[in-house]
């Protein structure tokens, strides 16, 4: 089957599977294949394994030699390594559908197993910096961000957000440029939402190009704000206790680790405790609102 080379994540990509989503690298220096094939758990040299939910539908079983097989309602979908994710051709999914799992999830488990903090965060470049939102989901990173962006404000990513730790940068990369709207979010910023596309079938959530804003380039992070629906809108500064929590609550994978990992994915956020400033950022749940939390922002690196 014809592969393409992509660029995102800060990886060269090398996929079976098409993704316009993706910008296009023309390299032969590869760090990750996605390709189809099959996989079978119960094959596999390794007989022990750990199960976790990462959510109701999606499972992981995780074997002794560190392969990870992702389920989607008991259907094997992904087989994971840290520079390969191998698709079951046998699903029955939509590929669009297999797209939307594999962004999110696999992604995040392959970053991670990639020794990157994952967070379920965005980030826009503010400054030649990455200013990350995070939350838990739902709560409105994506609508936020995309305030930002129609400020004129270039995204670095939606939703699944990786950081590589160094000794005395926090570098954020950037993931491919689309961002995950609702339809009403998308009308309220004067746009037709029948002429974007759905993420998939099951969902009328749209996947927005913003191609033509997007920053492709790795940032250091210049702050993270975490976003708690208050019924006010200001910037609360916390303890490093309270931020460590609140990146801990955000890691993507945290699950999944073990005891080793634990330790490792404490002495990550820890790091950035170190290093970021890390506050809340109390808001309202309303569109009007949204024009006040980017100058409140603004004015908050304006400051750092």
Same mark, same amino acid.
């Given at each position: ?20 989503? /993706? ?12 390709? /189809?094939?099959?996989? @079978?758990?119960? #094959? ?18 995780? *074997?002794? &030699? ?6 989607? @309602? ?6 994971? =390594? ?59 990173? +994506? ?13 670095? &990513?939606?939703?699944?957000? +990786?950081? !590589? ?14 961002? =995950? ?6 009308? !309220? ?8 596309? =759905?993420?998939?079938?099951? *969902?009328?959530?749209?996947?927005? @190009?913003? +191609? ?13 704000? /975490? ?11 916390? #303890?490093?206790? =309270? ?14 680790? !073990? ?7 404490? $002495?990550? &956020? ?15 749940? $309303?569109?009007? +609102?949204? !024009? ?6 603004? #004015? ?5």
């Amino acid at each position: 089957m014809r592969s393409t080379t992509y660029y995102a994540h800060g990886l060269n990509i090398k996929s079976e599977l098409f993704f316009p989503e /993706f910008p296009l690298k023309q390299t032969s220096e590869i760090d990750v294949i996605i390709r /189809f094939g099959i996989t @079978n758990l119960f #094959n596999d040299s390794s007989k022990n394994f750990r199960e976790i939910y990462l959510s109701k539908f999606i499972q992981i079983k995780i *074997t002794s &030699c560190n392969l990870l097989y992702l389920f989607w @309602n008991d259907i094997q979908i992904f087989t994971i =390594k840290n520079n390969e994710i191998i698709i079951n051709p046998n699903t029955g999914l939509d590929l669009n559908y297999i797209k939307f799992l594999l962004f999110g999830y696999g992604f995040a488990i392959l970053l991670y197993l990639k020794g990157r903090l994952v967070l379920h965060a965005n980030a826009v470049d503010m400054d030649n910096s990455a200013v990350v939102i995070s939350g838990v989901s739902g709560i409105g990173k +994506s609508t936020l961000s995309f305030a930002f962006h129609q400020k004129g404000y270039k995204l670095l &990513c939606d939703d699944v957000l +990786s950081i !590589n730790i160094g000794k005395k940068f926090q570098i954020v990369y950037p993931s491919f440029p689309r961002i =995950k709207l609702w339809p009403d979010v998308i009308k !309220n910023f004067e746009e037709d939402p029948e002429m974007v596309p =759905k993420i998939h079938d099951k *969902t009328s959530k749209r996947f927005y @190009n913003v +191609s033509g804003n997007f920053s492709d380039i790795k940032k250091q992070i210049r702050a993270i704000y /975490f976003i708690k629906v208050t019924g006010d809108i200001k910037i609360k500064e916390i #303890n490093p206790q =309270k931020a460590m929590m609140e990146l801990i609550k955000s890691s993507y994978c945290y699950k999944l680790l !073990n005891h080793h990992e634990i330790s490792e994915n404490l $002495s990550q &956020c820890s790091a950035i405790v170190n290093k970021v400033p890390v506050k809340i950022l109390e808001v309202k749940k $309303s569109y009007e +609102s949204l !024009n006040k939390l980017v100058e409140i922002v603004e #004015n908050d690196i304006l400051k750092n």
